[in-house]
């Protein structure tokens, strides 16, 4: 076997410029990556000692790789041919060992760095949640404030319609009455426009609400400010792009109307509310006061472009809502849209916040219902779009965290259920069934 040169100052050289390398903490080959750990340790105080005892583990672990020949290994070392080469092997593995271990104990150093540095992130968004919450919770009494003071406004400008209106009309109380006896008598339950449907056994007087109940009003305080009204309608322009007679059935105070307006769709609204169409009239919109069956009934044949009619299913029966689909379909337009928008039962949080808050409300109808109406009438490519979703700080929150539990089968399963729970409690309280003629 053919002997190797080898020089061994040359190694003796590159040995001791190893270990002065080492001396010197290893930061002159790799010091921007120890720049970014540094970086990393100085904006997460507190996990240098974590990473400290990490690196104190490594080095136990890789400690017997660099321990010194033992007087019994020795004899071997130099026993038979090619002890020299056997020796510079010993002081290269020895050379090598020391470049890579810096190299490891960096890479460790990063990983675990940068792991902590993404949990200390989630805890971060999550305090940042939480505070976020407790200001909004903390702002509530202003911005129920400002609400009270818009439902306060209102109410001032309906009654100043409601004066002018019977200054014009030369309003005189009878002879013998006071103003109970000049208004007549209320209808029972929700007042002078809107009454709640029922039925009085005969040979029996329904006696006389001994108020008035503002509808009105109470829409006003329980349906939301308009602008988000209009932030929610806003998808359902896409329908009738383009349209220039547009009717939106129970139209309120005139959210969809104006967003019409805004968008160059044309149309008009009507609503059996007379505060709400004297509302509409007074912002620029276009509105009357009617019933929606009798105001169809009236119409020509494919008379309109399109209907839009959110939050008016629910007050009528079942006899009155399939009427109403009949009549759209005939008033309207080949290929012009209907939208129905109403309550969906299927999320049961609407029977405990409002759908029962309401005394004018009939009866929710379901999705599939909706959809087979629509379908029966002579609706085609019907679509059911579920819209206003529970806001997530109010559902059930799945179990969810670093370690290994997530992966065990009861957490796997509880989450499951909470998926499946939220799916009928906490879905979406909405939901618009879309036809075309």
Not at 96 to 117: I, K
Not at 131 to 148: D, F, I
Request: proline share 6%; charged share 25%.
């Amino acid at each position: 076997m053919k002997p190797v040169d080898v020089e061994i100052d040359d190694v003796l050289e590159d040995v001791a410029r190893v270990l002065a390398e080492r001396e010197t903490g290893r930061s002159q080959t790799y010091s921007s990556e120890v720049r970014q750990v540094d970086d990393i340790t100085y904006l997460l105080p507190g996990t240098w000692q974590n990473i400290s005892d990490s690196l104190l583990a490594l080095d136990q672990s890789l400690s017997p790789l660099e321990a010194a020949p033992t007087p019994d290994e020795l004899p071997l070392l130099l026993k038979g041919g090619g002890v020299l080469k056997r020796l510079v092997k010993r002081v290269i593995q020895r050379a090598v060992y020391w470049y890579v271990n810096p190299v490891v104990a960096q890479l460790h150093r990063m990983h675990s760095a940068t792991d902590r540095a993404l949990h200390e992130m989630a805890d971060l968004l999550r305090s940042m949640n939480d505070r976020l919450e407790a200001l909004e919770k903390a702002n509530l009494s202003g911005r129920v404030g400002s609400l009270e003071g818009e439902r306060l406004d209102e109410r001032v400008g309906r009654l100043e319609r409601e004066w002018r209106q019977r200054g014009a009309e030369g309003f005189a109380t009878p002879a013998g009455g006071g103003l109970a006896a000049s208004v007549g008598p209320e209808p029972m339950g929700v007042g002078r426009d809107r009454a709640v449907k029922g039925t009085t056994p005969a040979g029996r007087v329904s006696p006389v609400s001994p108020f008035h109940f503002d509808y009105y009003w109470f829409e006003s305080i329980h349906r939301g400010d308009r602008a988000l009204i209009k932030r929610r309608l806003q998808p359902y322009l896409a329908y009738f792009d383009g349209c220039r007679n547009v009717l939106d059935v129970g139209c309120g105070r005139g959210e969809f109307l104006e967003l019409m307006k805004e968008k160059g769709v044309g149309g008009y609204g009507i609503d059996i509310e007379s505060d709400a169409v004297h509302f509409c009239d007074d912002a620029g919109l276009k509105a009357a006061q009617a019933e929606a069956r009798e105001h169809l009934a009236l119409l020509p044949g494919e008379e309109l472009d399109g209907i839009f009619m959110s939050q008016v299913a629910e007050h009528m029966t079942p006899g009155e809502l399939i009427e109403l689909v009949g009549l759209a379909y005939q008033k309207m337009k080949p290929g012009g849209h209907i939208v129905i928008e109403t309550p969906n039962p299927q999320c049961l949080l609407i029977f405990a916040s409002f759908f029962y808050a309401d005394l004018s409300h009939v009866q929710p109808i379901h999705p599939e219902t909706m959809r087979f109406l629509l379908l029966s009438a002579g609706f085609r490519d019907i679509d059911v779009a579920f819209t206003n979703p529970v806001p997530r700080n109010q559902r059930l929150a799945k179990i969810a965290g670093p370690g290994a539990e997530e992966k065990e089968p009861w957490v796997e399963q509880l989450n499951s259920n909470v998926e499946k729970l939220n799916s009928v409690l906490f879905s979406y309280m909405d939901y618009a069934a879309i036809g075309r003629k």
